[in-house]
């Protein structure tokens, strides 16, 4: 069993900044790829960011410039800047380990404006 634990979620005015935690526990044998995705209200979940085991990055367009996904070990870090409103949403991270596709509860970051 994997478990997903995610902290650093808040509020924010526009323009600021948040930093995400995703700490991997449990029976991992090797985690392929770590990731952060995000879900607001009456959408669709959709990709953020992602990075491999050999740390290769991958952003939505949309946080380019403005968000880092980084990794030490188990733990995955989304480091955010710039924020804006739209940026509102339920964030998830994920973990794609050998043996299973993993994913956390969930935590919410809001930005007003």
């Known amino acids: 069993q994997v478990q997903l634990v995610e902290s650093g979620g808040g509020l924010v005015q526009a323009g600021g900044s948040l930093r995400l935690s995703c700490a991997a526990s449990?029976?991992?044998?090797?985690?392929?790829?770590m990731g952060w995705y995000r879900q607001a209200p009456g959408k669709r979940r959709e990709l953020v960011a992602t990075?491999?085991?050999?740390?290769s990055t991958n952003y939505a367009a949309s946080v380019k410039g403005r968000f880092t996904i980084s990794r030490d070990k188990n733990t995955v870090y989304l480091q955010m800047n710039s924020l804006k409103p739209e940026d509102t949403a339920v964030y998830y991270c994920?973990?794609?380990?050998?043996?299973?596709?993993?994913w956390g509860q969930g935590t919410q970051v809001t930005v007003s404006s």
């Open positions: 990075i491999t085991s050999g740390s």
């Open positions: 449990g029976s991992i044998f090797r985690i392929n790829a």
């Open positions: 994920n973990a794609l380990i050998v043996g299973g596709n993993y």
